[in-house]
């Protein structure tokens, strides 16, 4: 496994690769990785023959007052994860190398970008279409994986590409969950041995609205009070938004009538936590 910093030497290596004739995979990740992150690598090696994986902390895509400073970075044990996976390339660029400090131009991720996480973080989406266009362009790559656990953000790269015409497919692959159903997450290195316990609320939550769509329910709203219902009665829990959308437009539904999706976010304590999950009417789960 090579590791590389230089936008240069990333094509280079990349173009090499593609006159063997081998298909490129990209996985962008901002490290500190774990399972879930290693099943994107996972799929990727699975259906191409040159897997990249990026690893940056993308300073554009944090708020102020966010914890652009506090996430966790660990790059030696990250490194050591992917050559056991079977990546072929760690692109390691410094924020210096991505942006020119006179950077102006950016993507505008449209109306999905103002919803839901993008109500609470409203620079947060234009941050991560800006730096996965940009992780396109220096990679070329002909597939880039996405997980589920950001589903907000799979919609919206998805919408990217097609608007943008960018010449890339995108595959969207399923939440990696802990044994007690909370979805991984390098954020969830921040939670206190309470916390961690209290985090399963999540799912929980999620599992609720499930179970009402299994039972034949198409209530929407009665799901999403389902949700806020487990949520209330956390005490070290605190919703910020629970809802069951389109799961392409993300407009929030009444009636469950097609294959929808469950949405939440909660802080616990100070780390604010989000998940999500498929609604399938009257089907088993
Ligand atoms: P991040 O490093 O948090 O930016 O995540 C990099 C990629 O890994 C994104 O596409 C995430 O959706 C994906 N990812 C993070 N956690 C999980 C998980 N628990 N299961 C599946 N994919 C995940």
């Not at 593609?18 to 690598?41: I, N, Q, Y």
């Not at 991984?184 to 961690?196: C, E, H, I, T, V």
């Not at 469950?262 to 009417?281: C, E, H, K, Q």
């Amino acid at each position: 496994m090579e590791r590389l910093s230089s936008k240069a030497e990333i094509r280079g290596a990349v173009l090499a690769a593609k006159r063997e004739g081998k298909t490129v995979a990209l996985v962008p990740t901002m490290g500190a990785l774990h399972e879930g992150h290693l099943s994107l690598v996972e799929a990727a090696c699975a259906r191409a023959e040159y897997v990249v994986v990026s690893i940056f902390v993308n300073p554009t895509q944090f708020g102020p007052g966010e914890d652009f400073e506090a996430y966790p970075r660990d790059l030696e044990h990250d490194l050591a994860m992917l050559s056991a996976e079977g990546a072929d390339l760690v692109f390691t660029p410094a924020t210096t190398a991505m942006y020119a400090s006179d950077a102006a131009v950016t993507v505008d991720p449209g109306p999905l970008g103002a919803l839901w996480e993008g109500a609470v973080r409203p620079t947060h989406f234009a941050g991560v279409c800006t730096v996965v266009t940009k992780l396109f362009s220096i990679v070329g790559p002909d597939l880039a994986f996405f997980g589920e656990k950001d589903y907000q953000q799979l919609q919206i790269i998805t919408r990217t590409v097609r608007d943008l015409d960018l010449p890339v497919k995108v595959v969207g692959c399923p939440i990696v969950r802990e044994r007690d159903g909370l979805a991984m997450s390098s954020r969830n290195a921040y939670l206190s041995a309470d916390q961690r316990v209290a985090a399963t609320v999540l799912s929980r939550a999620l599992d609720a609205a499930g179970a009402l769509a299994t039972d034949g329910g198409r209530d929407a709203r009665a799901m999403t009070a389902a949700m806020r219902a487990v949520i209330e009665a956390e005490p070290l829990a605190a919703l910020d938004y629970a809802a069951v959308v389109d799961p392409v437009t993300l407009v929030e539904l009444d009636t469950v009538e097609a294959p929808a999706r469950a949405i939440i976010a909660v802080r616990v304590g100070d780390t604010r936590l989000i998940d999500n999950m498929a609604i399938t009417p009257g089907a088993e789960r």
